[in-house]
């Protein structure tokens, strides 16, 4: 089985889908650490982020590894752990840019596509076009402040500039970002972490052992 977590920024996807994939006993899937991990290294060479050809060539000279585990995704350059320095705000401000460029789309979409199922996978177009079979689809959103509120432990910046950075990378995500037609739409603002996965979880189709 797989399902497909999709949604807007800060929204709570990783959370989420590591909740889900724990109650299942599968791994979840962090379509974004990829992209965030491609910036990553275009950022450390010191690449235009605006260049795919460059960009391309070294992400392929440097390959990249997804761990996904239901806890949590690590990402490996060979034996170098890249996971830790993922989450900064300049890696933040760079994604976007990364991720509108087709060659990197594809290179990341066939890493996905690669992995053996059963698995949840959470991002922006995980539902439309990486897993368009997957069996249940989600997507969830809340306000850009509350959205900013709840990250706002996990970054140096206040509320505001963190809305402010969240509102500009939704705008330069809108392309790849709309729900599936068949996804569930979730408003997380008004519940906990928790209501979001069970509400999740209640919705699956009916497991059998061997699905
Ligand atoms: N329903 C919720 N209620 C309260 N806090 C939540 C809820 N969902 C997520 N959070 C918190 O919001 C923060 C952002 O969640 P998370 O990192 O899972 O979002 P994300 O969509 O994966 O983010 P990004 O798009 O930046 O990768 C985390 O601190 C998480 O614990
Ligand atoms: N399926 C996806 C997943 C991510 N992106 C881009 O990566 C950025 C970081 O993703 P997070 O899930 O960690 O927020 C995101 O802002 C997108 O630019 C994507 O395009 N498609």
Request: glycine share 10%.
């Amino acid at each position: 089985m797989i399902v497909t977590i999709d949604g807007v920024a800060a929204s709570g996807k990783s959370s989420v889908s590591s909740g889900v994939a724990r109650a299942l006993g599968v791994p979840y899937v962090s379509s974004g650490l990829l992209y965030r991990a491609a910036t990553l290294l275009g950022l450390e060479a010191g690449l235009d982020l605006h260049g795919a050809a460059k960009l391309l060539a070294h992400l392929q000279a440097h390959p990249l590894r997804l761990e996904p585990l239901a806890g949590g995704n690590r990402v490996w350059q060979g034996e170098r752990e890249l996971t830790g320095g993922l989450h900064s705000t300049r890696v933040d401000a760079g994604v976007s840019v990364v991720a509108a460029l087709p060659d990197v789309r594809g290179w990341v979409d066939a890493q996905l596509r690669a992995l053996p199922a059963p698995f949840v996978a959470e991002g922006r177009d995980m539902g439309t076009t990486v897993f368009p079979q997957a069996q249940a689809k989600f997507y969830l959103t809340a306000s850009p402040r509350i959205r900013a509120q709840r990250r706002a432990s996990e970054r140096p910046e206040d509320v505001p500039a963190i809305e402010a950075a969240l509102v500009r990378r939704d705008l330069l995500d809108r392309v790849q970002s709309a729900p599936a037609p068949d996804a569930v739409v979730i408003d997380t603002g008004p519940l906990t972490l928790d209501g979001v996965i069970q509400t999740v979880l209640a919705q699956l189709p009916q497991r059998t052992p061997s699905a």
